[in-house]
């Protein structure tokens, strides 16, 4: 028998959600693209339960949800077709398969390597043994190993905040920050960088504050490229993004180093996806949201006290449907 908690999910449905999650990380979503998305979610009650568990899925592995993420670079058509047949059949799955698969990834191998980690919605800050100053973000696991040749992070998965010190070794050794999607080399600088390694491919993203940082894919070491103050860019490991102007978002991405969530006239549903990080369980925007905006400084030590906030200062209401499972509708 079915639980009235988690209702089947038709098979075409869920590997319709797939292709869908497929196409719109792929490439950044246009207008048309976003238009038959939301057109296929309302065309039938299959499509749009399909999608819900969907984003239960997303949520659950640690991945941003496609229409408001940034778009994996440089994957294979060929792992495209193999990431969508995963990702249906996690879409199938029942509530508990999936928290059993996301609770076997939620510590992988390489965390029994970490020598710091972080816990969902914890933040925490060291001094290394050469004076750098390095915060973890929530659910981050880094190794951290100096050598007479090397200072570098490994960084497993999450989010750090790097604001190296001069070694004073003669000479001076390289500061590097590894990750899955490629290796980063500090060049008297302090910078964020966050790893996704979700299923469909592995992906990061450096935003530098000062100084610079010179990245190099892991599958593509010939791809050098340098990001000075004031830029971003996302890479994996065969690919480097165009590097962006960070503007006045530099200080909204480096705020949670203070405990702190920005937002600037940010769409509710980027605000929500941001959130979810520091929460367990599944927290999720009703699409028909999207066009809200949100302005103000939110801290995140407290994330029921944000959608208490949201829900009296934004025509929304928090439905908690289950301990783990809440989402913001129309009021």
Known sequence: MTSILSPAVDPRAAREAAQWITRLQSAPPDAIDHTAWQTWRAADPAHELA???????????????????????????????ASTRVLAALILAGPAALAGYATARAAPWQD??????????????????????????????????????????????????????????????????QTASGRLRALGTEFSVRANHGVLAP??????????????????????????AGWQAGFTEHAIEPATALGAAGARLHAWVNGVLLADETPLAHLVAELARYRTGVLRCDPALVNLR???????????????????SLPVKVTRRTRFWTTLEPR
């Open 203 to 228: 992906a990061a993203r450096v935003a530098v504050a000062a100084g610079a940082v010179e990245i190099r894919p892991a599958q593509a070491p010939h791809l050098v490229r340098v990001i000075a």
């Open 51 to 81: 999608w819900q568990r969907a984003e239960l899925v997303m949520h659950t592995l640690g991945m941003v949800p496609p229409a408001i993420g940034t778009p994996v670079l440089g994957r294979p058509q060929q792992g495209r077709r």
């Open 112 to 177: 029994w390597f970490a020598d710091v980690r972080t816990t969902t919605g914890e933040i925490r800050k060291l001094v290394l043994d050469d004076g750098t100053r390095l915060a973890l973000n929530t659910d981050t696991a880094v190794a951290i190993r100096f050598d007479s040749g090397t200072r570098l992070l490994r960084l497993h998965h999450g989010e750090i905040h790097v604001a190296t010190a001069t070694d004073t070794r003669t000479p001076a050794r390289p500061f590097v920050v």
């Open 294 to 312: 949100v302005t103000g400084a939110f801290q995140l030590r407290d994330t029921d006290n944000i959608l208490e906030l949201l829900q009296r």
